[in-house]
């Protein structure tokens, strides 16, 4: 059972360079999210989806796209790199939140370095 | 929005009974609080989650006093792989992705 697998893992970019980070997940969750961490920092959303086709900004969305065209992926994009977007990124997944004790589970992440 | 303060570090011993605690004074009424567990270079894991009194699974138990506008996680007999660092969150249980993530409790467990 592999959970939320992330993939790359690491990255290096150069400033204004294009990339798509994959998040998978096998356990049929309708909800999935993406954060991304800076060193000593608690996790900040960026975008979340509640399904299938749908998606809502989180907290930090500028330079950030993503797409959920099936209910196991959600893809994040970085349109155009920028230095401040280096970070660690983490993808995590949920069952519907409403009417029950429903946490979030976790990829490993993908550490992102733009130059 | 809840936000909560928790103490940056912590030390401990094996074999110790650990508590952490997470100030959140502007709780709501629908807020539920949630405790997450990060390893070094892992994405955050579930430990519990409470709405009052006490909750108890087989890792944690989580105090929440009646006014609510506190926690405390415990970690009963802690061991060299609880070093790790520790998120309080509150937000409406309906509603990841309300929760709003501090800088956690980086705790450290020596021999």
């Known amino acids: 059972n592999a959970g939320v697998t992330q993939t790359p893992k690491f990255r290096v970019l150069k400033t204004g360079q294009s990339m798509t980070l994959l998040c998978a997940q096998d356990m049929n969750h309708e909800y999935m999210y993406w954060y991304r961490q800076d060193p000593g920092m608690g996790l900040r959303l960026i975008h979340y989806?509640?399904?299938?086709?749908?998606?809502a900004k989180g907290e930090v969305p500028d330079g950030y796209n993503v797409s959920r065209l099936k209910k196991q992926n959600f893809l994040l994009g970085l349109e155009s790199a920028a230095p401040s977007q280096t970070s660690v990124y983490f993808c995590a997944s949920s069952p519907p939140t409403p009417g029950g004790n429903q946490p979030q589970h976790f990829g490993d992440g993908t550490r992102l370095s733009i130059l | 929005l809840a936000k909560t303060t928790q103490p940056i570090s912590m030390d401990s011993y094996e074999g110790q009974e650990v508590n952490i605690t997470c100030s959140h004074n502007n709780i709501a009424t629908n807020d539920y609080i949630t405790w997450y567990q990060q390893f070094p270079s892992q994405g955050p894991r579930f430990i519990i989650q409470?709405?009052?009194?006490?909750v108890t699974n087989e890792v944690a138990s989580l105090f929440i006093p009646a006014d609510r506008k506190s926690s405390t996680l415990s970690l009963p007999r802690v061991s060299l792989s609880d070093t790790a660092v520790y998120y309080c969150?509150?937000?409406?249980?309906?509603?990841?992705?309300?929760?709003?993530w501090g800088a956690g409790t980086k705790l450290i467990i020596k021999p």
């Open positions: 989806s509640v399904g299938e086709g749908t998606t």
């Open positions: 969150l509150v937000g409406e249980r309906d509603s990841n992705y309300q929760l709003i």
């Open positions: 409470g709405y009052k009194t006490k």
